[in-house]
C-alpha cells in the first residue's frame, strides 16, 4: 500500500535535485576545494530499474561537477542537467522533449530552488529535513532524509502501485 496519497498509476517519469535529495544536505569538501558527494546504493537500484522498465528520469541540479553526471548516467539516466540557476525552464523543456504533462511527473527537492518546479507537476515530494517552504508545498514527505533513500522510497511505491516492482527477471539484477 503506498504511503503517497495521489493517483500513482498517471506517473510515467520523476525528476531529482541531487544535493540533500539524492546526497545528504552536508557535503564534505576535498582539500582542493571541490565537494565530495556520498550517493545511497539502494537509491542507485531503484533508479536504475526504473530506467529499466522505461519510466522517464531527469536530474536536475546546480552542482557543477562532472562526478554527478558520471554517476547517474552510469546507472541509465540520460538527462543530467548540472549547473541549473533556474530550474523551472529546464523542467519545462524536459517534460516537452518528453511528450510528458506535468500531472505524470514527480519531482522530490529539498529547499529554495525546487519550489516552482515542485508546485508545477503533478506530485511533488520532499525528504523528511527539506526547508519548511519545501515541505509545505509537498504532497508527500518522505520518512527519510535526503541521501538516505528518497528516490528509493518514491520509485518503490510508484512502481509496486504499477505492478513493475519486483515482476521480471530486471528486478535481479544490475
Same mark, same amino acid.
Not at 565530495?36 to 526504473?50: C, E, P, T, W
Not at 530552488?113 to 503533478?122: A, H, L, N
Given at each position: 500500500m503506498s504511503r503517497i496519497n495521489n493517483n500513482l498509476q498517471a506517473v510515467k517519469a520523476f525528476v531529482f535535485d541531487v544535493d540533500? !535529495?539524492?546526497?545528504?544536505?552536508?557535503? *564534505?569538501?576535498?582539500?582542493?576545494?571541490? *565537494?565530495?558527494?556520498? !550517493?545511497?546504493? @539502494?537509491?542507485?537500484?531503484?533508479?536504475?530499474?526504473?530506467?529499466?522498465?522505461?519510466?522517464?528520469i531527469a536530474i536536475i541540479t546546480g552542482a557543477d561537477t562532472e562526478a554527478v553526471r558520471h554517476r547517474y548516467t552510469k546507472l541509465g539516466i540520460k538527462d !543530467?542537467?548540472? @549547473?541549473?540557476?533556474?530550474?523551472? *525552464?529546464?523542467l519545462k523543456q524536459w517534460i516537452e522533449e518528453n511528450s510528458l504533462t506535468p500531472d505524470e511527473v514527480i519531482y522530490c527537492g529539498d529547499d529554495i *530552488?525546487?519550489?516552482?518546479?515542485?508546485?508545477? !507537476?503533478?506530485i511533488a515530494v520532499a525528504p523528511a529535513d527539506a526547508a519548511d517552504e519545501i515541505k509545505n508545498i509537498a504532497d508527500y514527505i518522505s520518512p527519510v532524509n535526503g541521501g538516505y533513500g528518497v528516490a528509493r522510497d518514491i520509485i518503490e511505491q510508484v512502481m509496486k502501485a504499477q505492478r513493475q516492482w519486483m515482476n521480471t527477471e530486471k528486478a535481479f539484477g544490475w
Open positions: 540533500g !535529495v539524492l546526497s545528504p544536505s552536508t557535503i *564534505p569538501m576535498l582539500p582542493d576545494g571541490t *565537494p565530495s558527494r556520498m !550517493v545511497n546504493i @539502494k537509491d542507485g537500484y531503484a533508479l536504475q530499474l526504473a530506467c529499466k522498465h522505461n519510466y522517464k !543530467v542537467y548540472l @549547473k541549473a540557476a533556474m530550474k523551472l *525552464p529546464l *530552488p525546487d519550489y516552482e518546479c515542485m508546485d508545477y !507537476v503533478g
